[in-house]
C-alpha cells in the first residue's frame, strides 16, 4: 500500500526548517517563517544534490511531480538540473 501525502495545509513552522518526503526524491521543505519549498534530491556523479522546483501554494504537488520528472530526465542525460 502507498503512504498518502501528508497534507500540506497543516504543515507548520518549527524553531529550525524540516522536510517531509513526498516520495521519488521530492520533499517539502518548511522554514522557521513558515514558507514552504518544493525541494528535489538526486544523485548525480556519487555526489548528493537538491535543487528547489517551487514553492507551495503557488505550486501543486502534481505541478511540483512534473518538475521532478523534468529533472529525472535531465539527471539521465548526465546534465544538472537547474530550473
Same mark, same amino acid.
Given at each position: +500500500?502507498?503512504?498518502?501525502?501528508?497534507?500540506?495545509d497543516?504543515?507548520? =513552522?518549527?524553531?529550525?526548517?524540516?522536510? &517531509?518526503? $513526498?516520495?521519488?526524491? !521530492?520533499?517539502?521543505?518548511?522554514?522557521? /517563517?513558515?514558507?514552504?519549498?518544493?525541494?528535489?534530491?538526486?544523485? !548525480?556523479? /556519487?555526489? !548528493?544534490?537538491? $535543487?528547489? &522546483?517551487?514553492?507551495?501554494?503557488? +505550486? =501543486?504537488? &502534481?505541478?511540483?511531480? !512534473?518538475?521532478?520528472?523534468?529533472?529525472r530526465?535531465?539527471?539521465?542525460e548526465?546534465?544538472?538540473?537547474?530550473?
Open positions: +500500500m502507498k503512504k498518502a501525502a501528508p497534507k500540506l497543516e504543515l507548520k =513552522s518549527w524553531h529550525k526548517p524540516y522536510r &517531509v518526503a $513526498v516520495g521519488g526524491g !521530492l520533499a517539502i521543505e518548511v522554514t522557521p /517563517g513558515g514558507a514552504k519549498f518544493w525541494l528535489y534530491c538526486y544523485r !548525480l556523479a /556519487g555526489r !548528493l544534490y537538491g $535543487v528547489t &522546483v517551487g514553492s507551495y501554494p503557488n +505550486m =501543486s504537488l &502534481v505541478e511540483a511531480r !512534473l518538475r521532478q520528472k523534468a529533472c530526465i535531465m539527471i539521465t548526465g546534465r544538472f538540473p537547474r530550473l
